[in-house]
C-alpha cells in the first residue's frame, strides 16, 4: 500500500503519523510546490510539483499515481480539496482512492456564507450571516442583531482578514475596501475543535475528538485540553450524517453559555489533529484499513479528557535539497 500526501508543506506530524501506521507496508510519497517544505523530508519520496493552479497540475499527480503505484491520495491543503474530488472518477480508473468528501462538499466547506445557509436550512444553531450589509443594517434597526459583530471574507482562511467590528463606520470602511465579505453575529462563548473520522465504506461516523481551543495563534490552535460531551457527540453525528462527510473532517464550534453552534468545517487534517493523535484517536490506520477493504469499528470519544496540548517550533537541517 502506497499513500500520496499532496501539499505536505510543514505538516511533518502527519506524514510521521502516516509512516508510523504504514510501517514496512508501503511508502509514503509526499509532494509540494517548494522543496523547502520541511514535511517532505518526512517521507520516503518527494516530488516537487507546480502550484496547484497550473495547467496540467492533475496530470502530473496521475503520473506520480502510476509511477508509485498509489493506492490512496489526500491533500492538506483546502484550495486542493475540490480538485481531487472533481477527479474521483480518473484517480479511481488508475486504482487510486480519494480520501475526502465530494465536490460539492467540499466547495461549502470553502464558501462560509453557503456553509450558513445549509446550516440554517437543516435546522442546526450557527452565527447568523451577511453578505448585503443593508439586510443588515435593516435586522439591527429591527433589534435582530447587535454589535459587536464578526467581519470575515467570505471565502477566507488561517484567520487572515477578520475583524470584530464595533460600529457602522468601521464595517462601511471594511467594505469599501474589501470584496466579499461578509457579517457575522459575534459569537462570545468558548471555541471548540472537533476531529473526526467518517469510514469511507460505511459511511458511518466512527471517531470524534474535541478539545476546547485555549489559545489561537495565526489562525490556528496553539493550545487546547481534551474535553468530552455526549451532547456534543450527538450533534456531531446529526451534522456529519445530514451532510454526508467522508474520510478526515476537522469541525470549528462555539460554546455560547451551552449552547453548541457549528461554525465551520475544512474536510482534512486540521493543523491542531496531532493532539487527537496522541491522545490515542489514530484516523491514518483507519483510512489504511478502508483502503484494505475492511470497516472501521464505530469507537467515539476513546480518549482521555484533561489532556493539554502545547504547540511548539522545531527545525529542519538539510545539507541538500534531494531526499
Ligand atoms: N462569528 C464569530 N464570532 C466570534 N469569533 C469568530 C466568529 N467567526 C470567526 N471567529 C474567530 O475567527 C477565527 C477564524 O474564523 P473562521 O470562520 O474559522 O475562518 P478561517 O479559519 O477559515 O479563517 C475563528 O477561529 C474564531 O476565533
Ligand atoms: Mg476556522
Partial sequence: ???????????????????????????????????????????????????????????????????????????????????????????????????????????????????????????????????????????????????????????????????????????????????????????NGQEIGADVYIDMLSGEVVSVFTKKKLVMRAGETDKAVSFKDEKLFTLIEDFVNRSGWRGQIDIDIFDVDGKYYISEVNPRFGGGYPHAYECGCDHMTMILNNINGHVNIKNIGQYEDGIYMMKYNDICIKKSLNM
Avoid at 504504514?22 to 509532494?31: E, F, H, R, Y
Avoid at 492533475?58 to 480538485?83: A, G, M, R, T, Y
Fill in 1 to 187: 500500500m502506497n499513500v500520496l500526501i499532496l501539499s505536505v508543506g510543514t505538516r511533518n506530524k502527519i506524514v510521521q503519523y502516516f509512516k508510523k501506521a504504514l510501517g514496512d507496508s508501503g511508502k509514503i510519497i509526499a509532494t509540494d510546490m517548494s522543496d523547502l517544505a520541511p514535511a517532505v523530508y518526512e517521507a520516503d519520496k518527494f516530488y516537487k510539483v507546480p502550484k496547484i493552479s497550473a495547467d496540467g497540475y492533475i496530470d502530473i499527480i496521475f503520473e506520480i499515481c502510476k509511477k508509485e503505484n498509489i493506492n490512496c491520495v489526500l491533500s492538506l491543503i483546502d484550495p486542493e480539496l475540490s480538485l481531487l474530488a472533481k477527479h474521483k472518477e480518473a484517480f479511481s480508473d488508475i486504482g487510486v482512492t480519494v480520501v475526502g468528501s465530494s465536490y460539492e462538499l467540499c466547495e461549502r466547506a470553502l464558501d462560509k456564507m453557503e456553509m450558513f445557509n445549509w446550516l440554517t436550512q437543516n435546522g442546526f444553531p450557527c452565527a447568523k450571516s451577511y453578505t448585503d450589509k443593508e439586510l443588515f443594517y435593516k435586522d439591527v434597526e429591527n433589534g435582530n442583531i447587535t454589535y459587536p459583530v464578526f467581519v470575515k471574507p467570505v471565502c477566507g482562511s488561517a484567520s487572515i482578514a477578520i475583524s470584530k467590528v464595533y460600529d457602522k463606520e468601521t464595517l462601511e470602511l471594511l467594505f469599501a475596501h474589501n470584496d466579499n465579505l461578509m457579517i457575522q453575529e459575534f459569537l
